[in-house]
């Protein structure tokens, strides 16, 4: 219980005892700690079951004479691969961060204006006059904003590595696919390599298994150069996100100024008309 002034509608100030509904101190917005997601173990099989291949397909090209150059193109096909479920895990995971920051959005409006909007139910009955206006404009139009912008990125991350899973499982299993389907032509070209017809024949191969591999690279650095892009676009709307929250969009300046009431808002004994008694 404290003493407040109450002004009543003849202008004269009176002392009551009343309990006041206090500002609740800042609150962190926690959003629901993600899922723990397994890897399946998809990458390591693939690389298991690739390498008698790739070995047997290094054995056939050294003997087909191309040496360094078919050794090159194995090496940068296959340094190339990567797991997908590192993308996976990453798109799930913004994904919940991006229904979290709307669950938290629609608990901050739906708590203070309330179910119906008008106030009644929500924090915005306790307040009035100067501070009420404030905090609902501050809702309105730049906290639900800043939710807004956060959402966007999340969804936009969690898209970006949607693609960048699929990129990345359909060249491993473009890789796969050819050592699978090369090996044993190779292999089988290789056992005649010792009359001059076969030999002619597993380097003509050897040099077709050598192209193709450079195709796949290409392939590779084709995918890398358009999310390189997209991911640049992802930190550039991220720099516009710290803009909002810091000054001059440093941390190290400090947050920007937010609400701007008198600071003594929060006496109890202030007669100005912030508080409305329980």
């Known amino acids: 219980m ?15 005892s009343t309990a006041l509904v206090r500002r609740p101190p800042a609150q962190v917005v926690r959003v629901t ?10 990458f390591r099989r693939l690389i298991t079951n690739l390498n008698p291949l790739r070995q047997q397909t ?8 191309l040496g360094m150059f078919a050794l090159a193109m194995d090496v940068a096909a ?14 799930e995971t ?7 920051l709307k669950g938290a959005r629609s608990d901050v409006w739906y708590g203070f204006f309330g179910q119906d909007g008008t106030g009644e139910g929500g924090m915005s009955s306790h307040w009035t006059g100067e501070a009420r206006s404030a905090l609902a404009s501050y809702i309105r139009f730049n906290l639900t904003g800043l939710y ?24 491993d299993l473009s890789v796969f696919a050819f050592y699978a389907s090369s090996a044993p032509v190779l292999r089988a070209v290789a056992r005649l390599s010792a009359h001059p017809v076969g030999r002619a024949a597993l380097i003509t191969a050897a040099t077709t298994v050598a192209t193709i591999l450079g195709n796949l690279v290409k392939q590779y650095m084709d995918v890398y150069n358009t999310y390189e892009s997209e991911l640049n676009q992802q ?35 202030n007669p100005n008309d912030y508080w409305k008694p329980v």
Not at 2 to 16: H, L, Y
Not at 246 to 261: D, K, V
Request: glycine share 12%; aromatic share 8%; no cysteine.
């Open 2 to 16: 404290s003493r407040v002034f109450v002004v009543g509608p003849d202008g004269q100030a009176t002392s009551q």
């Open 33 to 42: 700690p993600v899922g723990v997601r397994t890897d399946p173990g998809f």
């Open 58 to 65: 290094r054995t056939a090209m050294a003997m087909s004479g």
């Open 78 to 91: 296959t340094l190339n691969l990567g797991n997908p479920f590192l993308f996976y895990d990453r798109r």
């Open 94 to 100: 913004w994904k919940e961060l991006s229904g979290g």
């Open 148 to 171: 807004d912008e956060l959402g966007k990125v999340s969804d936009q991350s969690s898209t970006t590595m949607q693609k960048l899973y699929k990129e990345v499982l359909e060249y």
């Open 235 to 269: 930190e550039l709307k991220l720099n516009d996100l710290r803009s909002l929250f810091y000054r001059s969009g440093n941390p190290a300046l400090g947050p920007r100024p937010t609400l701007g009431l008198d600071p003594t808002i929060e006496a109890p004994g």
